[in-house]
């Protein structure tokens, strides 16, 4: 199975830079995904890793290690609009790729 | 280009009971999961379905089913509802080679 772990709750302020960690265990890994949801709202879809390396899309960057187990999103010059929840999700390499999610790091900028 | 929509947005019902939940997955996509996510939870897989079939399941049971239907719009039902099924009910659609899902905005059920 999979398992994922991830900070519960992180604080930053307006402006700053915040990286969201994720470890994970898996029996099979295809790929590291991350989802962001606001409250009361659908998660999106913000980035995929099946790589080692980091993956760049404007303010938001994604960094993986497939040795390490290890991933996280980094989000630069950060706005009031970024207080959500972020979840880390691994893609299985099984036959259906079933994506599993994280418990969630709630994200609060503060000004 | 139409997103994932589902229906109804809320719904409450009664232990014992039973519910259908619908999902109209994006334009071209073929592949549609359902999760779970109770509050202040990452959302828990349900089931997986490819062109009609299930093809993966999570840890839920029997009495979570689902279809898929040639329009890929696909339900969620869900027999002898207990309070535990109280939670938002997500699908999410994408193409079969695709790492991007595209969720829905979720059913809100509350079971009393």
């Known amino acids: 199975g999979q398992s994922l772990e991830q900070p519960s709750e992180v604080t930053a302020v307006e402006g700053a830079i915040v990286q969201i960690n994720c470890t994970y265990q898996?029996?099979?890994?295809?790929?590291l995904s991350w989802y962001q949801q606001h409250d009361g709202g659908a998660p999106t879809f913000l980035s995929y890793?099946?790589?080692?390396g980091l993956e760049e899309t404007g303010r938001f960057s994604s960094f993986l290690s497939r040795s390490d187990s290890y991933g996280y999103l980094l989000l630069q010059e950060l706005q009031m609009k970024d207080s959500a929840s972020y979840f880390c999700?691994?893609?299985?390499?099984?036959?259906?790729?079933?994506?599993?999610f994280g418990t969630g790091t709630k994200l609060q900028v503060i000004p | 280009e139409t997103g994932v929509t589902q229906s109804p947005t809320h719904l409450i019902k009664t232990r014992g009971q039973q519910v259908t939940l619908r999902c109209s997955s994006q334009?071209?996509?073929?592949?549609v999961s359902w999760y779970q996510q109770a509050l202040g939870q990452g959302p828990q897989f349900i089931f997986q379905?490819?062109?009609?079939?299930?093809?993966g399941r999570g840890n839920f049971p029997p009495r979570f089913s689902g279809l898929q239907f040639p329009n890929y719009s696909s339900e969620l039902n869900v027999n002898a509802l207990e309070l535990d099924d109280s939670a938002l009910y997500l699908c999410?659609?994408?193409?079969?080679?695709?790492?991007?899902?595209?969720f829905g905005p979720g059913t809100r059920l509350t079971v009393l």
């Open positions: 999410a659609s994408r193409t079969s080679g695709g790492n991007e899902q595209f």
């Open positions: 898996t029996s099979g890994f295809y790929g």
């Open positions: 890793n099946a790589l080692d």
């Open positions: 999700a691994v893609r299985d390499r099984g036959g259906y790729q079933k994506v599993t």
């Open positions: 334009s071209g996509h073929n592949t």
């Open positions: 379905y490819y062109r009609e079939e299930e093809n």
